[in-house]
């Protein structure tokens, strides 16, 4: 017990090498696989471990990379994308050592991230060239762009853009096809020095719905690559004919000029006919407009209240508010036999729908019977009254929502005016024509808001990440976190279904789908207990960007090891590049070392056998009867 009372302390050096850190990043992406690389990579792996010598020198860590780094585990050279610059950034921050080695074994074809040969690493990068850096004869497809959308009965512009690599004139075909059958072709001659072409195809919109088209460039005799000759791409057509009928009492300009600038969308058709004629059906049509309406409506009106049809009023100095004020429930005037000039004000607060102020102010002003506008229910006004110069908050053209019913009323004759304004504003039609065009469009449709949204791609390539995003709400349209969403995907190929769950990420449900093979899918997505779903379908193609490459990057991997101050090589004198690490004098071990002051005497065993012996001493005492 005296001795760990003392117990003096002594101060000793403890003296330690630390090796120089080698990292080793290895290209795990589907391309090294297209080069048909894998044993190489593999190969250069053992016989790295091989070299004791490097080994003694440096502490090496092994890492591989696609669109992430990670600690290496085992190569399957399976990576859909690679992003070199971000494995270039990880290390950075893994290696706090300024300008150690770093060895980059890839063919350099970067799909995804920033340019990577400008990469402001400081660490030095030896890289390794995976694959042939002359590149074969080749001819592909570079870029396709094409909107998803377009119209029945309409056109829709392809642009193709394709690249030749090669050292003569060649010849070739590029031809779209649709379900088997050839919808467009066009012969194309590249040669070393004209070496892009830019082929835009116009296809035609026959049938409604999703399309997919492949476009293909046939490949040249000797051509080894022939993976990135194709692309695959998709079209849905739309058939969103809307059918609008103009019903009136008077013979005016203002029809003529709604009829041209509704008809300037081609989807878009106006009958105009006088109410003393009209005997058709309303069902024919997604929009009535009232023109001027008086007591010959009567029978209109009814059949648009049993039908809750959508329909648009536009008043005038012919209208018979009396009736009018009787066949409708959401404004009332009290109007008298005296005409009243309103030039409209511009409301900047409007939100029903998405429209600029094309100078309404400048406008002429529309006529209209004088009296006190009543608003009976809630509306939004796109324009205000201005009477003889003074801003009121009477509105001059609002809209209205009663359940399903869409309603808009237009207090006033003159519109022809407006449009003939707006051309002398801004020389053309186009400013007015796309007001009337919103206007219209928000009108007319009949489209309920949805408690149940998926947001999905039409078309993947093969083995990508295939996400879908779902978003649904409550009765009374606020998000439910708690519902129960599923997703029944069946390959209409091969007829196997499976059930994939949906996952609460923040205000929305996602549902990702893995190592689908290529192939066309339909899904219904939906909610548990509810009688809500959604149903789809896309398709998975064969192509992979992976596969899109002739040769390896040495331009940018050169580049990179000269900024980085590093050298490159490629995989037949891979020693060599063993023995300049070995030889270079700038990577040495560190010796360091550090005072530790410690105990003479190990009071912690001291203490543990007086413990011992006192513990010893009283079972004695006890077993002799001496306690």
Known sequence: ????????????????????????????SLSIKHFQKETVVKSMLVELQSQQTLLNKFDIEHYQFDTSLQKLD????????????????????????????????????????????????????????????????????????????????????????????????????????NKGK????????????????????????????????????????????????????????????????????????DLGALKKSIETNKQRSVTIQNISDFNSDLSDYQLVILYQPTVQFQSVFDRIKNSKQNYFVISGANTNWNFLNEMQPNYYKNSIQQTEDYTPTFNSGFLTFGQKNISFETFPPLTDAYGKITLNTKYDA??????????????????????????????????????????????????????ISNLIQYVASTKKRERLSVDYEQLYTANASIVFSAFYVDKNYQFDERAVITLKLTNTDTSISQNIPFSLKKNSF?????????????????????????????????????????????KDLKLLATKTDGN????????????????????????KSKRINEYLIDWELILLLVLLLFSVEWFIRKYYGKI
């Open 1 to 28: 017990m005296l001795v760990l009372l003392i117990n003096p302390q002594i101060e000793r050096v403890q003296i330690s090498n630390e090796k120089p850190t080698l990292s080793v990043l290895v290209d795990n």
């Open 74 to 177: 085992s190569l399957n050279f399976s990576g859909n994308n690679t992003n070199i610059f971000n494995a270039l950034e990880e290390i950075t921050t893994i290696v706090s050592e300024k300008k150690s080695p770093v060895i980059l074994i890839t063919d350099g074809n970067q799909t995804q991230g920033s340019l990577y040969s400008y990469n402001t690493t400081k660490n030095r990068v030896y890289p390794v060239i995976i694959g042939d850096t002359i590149a074969p004869e080749d001819l592909r497809i570079s870029q396709l762009n094409v909107n998803k959308y377009s119209y029945l009965k309409n056109k829709f512009p392809v642009e193709i853009s394709l690249l030749y690599e090669g050292n003569k004139a060649v010849s070739s075909q590029l031809i779209i096809e």
């Open 182 to 253: 050839v919808v467009f072709r066009e012969k194309v001659v590249l040669n070393p020095t004209k070496n892009v072409a830019v082929i835009n195809a116009v296809l035609q919109s026959d049938k409604e719905g999703l399309h997919y088209y492949k476009a293909s460039i046939l490949p040249l005799e000797k051509e080894k690559n022939t993976e990135n000759n194709a692309k695959t791409f998709s079209v849905e057509v739309l058939n969103e004919q809307t059918k609008i009928l103009l019903l009136t009492s008077v013979v005016h300009p």
């Open 382 to 435: 796109l324009l205000y009254q201005n009477i003889a110069g003074i801003s009121t908050q009477t509105p001059l053209l609002a809209t209205f929502e009663n359940d399903t019913q869409k309603s808009a009323v237009l207090f006033g004759e003159g519109l022809w005016k407006w449009r003939a304004a707006s051309f002398l504003h801004s020389n053309a039609f186009q400013d007015f024509d796309a007001f």
């Open 510 to 554: 996602e549902g990702v789908l893995e190592d689908l093979p290529s192939g066309n899918y339909r899904f219904v997505v939906t909610v548990e207990n509810q009688s809500i779903q959604k149903t789809g379908q896309f398709k998975i193609t064969d192509y992979q960007i992976e596969e899109q490459f002739t040769k390896a990057n040495y």
């Open 568 to 591: 490159v090589y490629n995989e037949t004198n891979i020693s060599a590049l063993y023995q300049d690490l070995i030889n270079d004098t700038r990577y040495t071990s560190i010796q």
